[in-house]
């Protein structure tokens, strides 16, 4: 394991400004809404703040307080943060990101997690945190061959903690991070203490039965898991098809990159006129700034076409995983674009130990509502199995 020091070269500081203030842009559509996508006008403006108004070093500086190293697993460049607590006996866990994010999502709330004493908390509360980049994403760079699926990377995650001297850990994840982590317990149950997700989704298995007796409320989610499969998956379908024809736009224009992930933000989040109703400005273009340094706007599309069948897109949905092996706890915040159903859960995951249901926040809850999202894993840790 090397120590990994984040240092953008000053040229690719230069040349983003320059593509950015070169930018050729379309003409604004009549009903200039987000009802086609990213507005121009906004998307101006966001653009315009990011070359002469986003601060890159202040971003990487802060980045770089937390120690950072770099190993390779099965063949691949694995980037990640290590942020052990002052707590000697704080409960390890590893967090994965997702797609759109990167671990920059999880800046506020490295504090609070690992060093609760310091944050008005109870010491007895704290994690020791490692947080990997996918692979094909941010600094761990484009894999060197294809084929990296969630089970792959999920058998990655075991080896990169076991390496680690990490024997007994807490999994925790949100988007792909959720399914990853939902692996990782299936695949190291004797090593996994419990998965915490702040992402399930919950689709019906076409029994009729199992929709009988359900809430209203209950097929209101239901509708939200429809209207995310009908108009707000086009990118998995884009990305888990034709990653590659994406690809030059994403590499070549930074607005294009901006753009695709801040739409998602927008549709994602528990915002109303614009993402930074959500999240913070400066944080969001931390994590599209990632993308475009890195140049991994191209292998992150990849790794939806590694995954193609085991997407919600897939033609033919995935076999259902036997129920998991350890403890489950789960977060809900409203305005995720897919919603768990309780009843269609308990199945599955027969020893939920932790279900919270919020009423404020987003897909992205770390970056969103990092005071819930510290507070929920609080919760979760004290729901855990006695002497873990």
């Known amino acids: 394991m090397e120590p990994f020091r984040i240092d953008i070269p000053q040229a690719d500081l230069d040349d983003l400004r320059n593509r950015l203030a070169g930018t050729r842009w379309p003409a604004d559509p009549l009903d200039a809404d987000w009802s086609r996508g990213v507005p121009a006008a906004y998307l101006k403006e966001l653009a315009e703040y990011w070359r002469t108004g986003f601060d890159w070093r202040a971003a990487e500086a802060r980045l770089n307080t937390f120690p950072q190293f770099t190993t390779t697993i099965d063949g691949a460049n694995i980037h990640f943060m290590h942020v052990r607590s002052p707590e000697a006996d704080a409960t390890p866990m590893i967090m994965t990101h997702g797609w759109p994010g990167s671990p920059a999502e999880f800046l506020d709330v490295i504090g609070p997690l690992t060093d609760p ?10 994690y020791h945190l490692v947080i990997p980049t996918l692979p094909g994403f941010g600094f761990s760079g484009p894999p060197p061959e294809s084929g990296w699926t969630f089970p792959r990377v999920a058998q990655a995650w075991g080896e990169l903690m076991d390496r ?16 990853i982590s939902l692996l990782l317990g299936h695949i190291r149950p004797a090593n996994v203490i419990a998965v915490h997700v702040n992402f399930l989704i919950t689709p019906p298995s076409g029994d009729p039965a199992e929709l009988a007796g359900l809430a209203e409320a209950d097929f209101a989610r239901l509708g939200l898991l429809t209207r995310y499969a009908d108009e707000l998956s086009g990118y998995m379908k884009l990305q ?9 736009s994403l590499t070549d224009s930074p607005v294009g990159q901006l753009a695709w992930i801040v739409e998602k933000f927008k549709d994602w989040t528990d915002s109303e006129k614009a993402p930074e109703d959500a999240v913070d400005r400066d944080q969001l273009l931390t994590n599209v700034a990632l993308y475009w340094f ?32 350890v403890p489950l706890g789960v977060a809900v915040y409203p305005r995720d674009p897919a919603l768990p159903v309780r009843r269609l859960a308990d199945p599955l995951y027969p020893d939920i130990i932790h279900w919270a249901e919020y009423d404020r926040g987003g897909h992205f809850a770390a970056m969103e509502e990092p005071d819930l999202f510290v507070s929920d894993l609080r919760a979760f840790k004290s729901a855990l199995p006695s002497g873990q």
């Open 117 to 126: 004493r310091a944050h008005g908390g109870d010491p007895g509360d704290a």
């Open 240 to 248: 888990a098809t034709r990653p590659q024809t994406l690809a030059y």
């Open 294 to 325: 890195t140049a991994t706007g191209a292998s992150s599309a990849h790794f939806y076409y590694d995954n193609a069948d085991l997407l919600p897109t897939a033609p033919t949905p995935p076999p259902t995983p036997p129920p998991l092996p």
């Open 164 to 179: 680690l001297g990490y024997q007994r850990y807490v999994v925790q994840g949100e988007d792909i991070g959720a399914w």
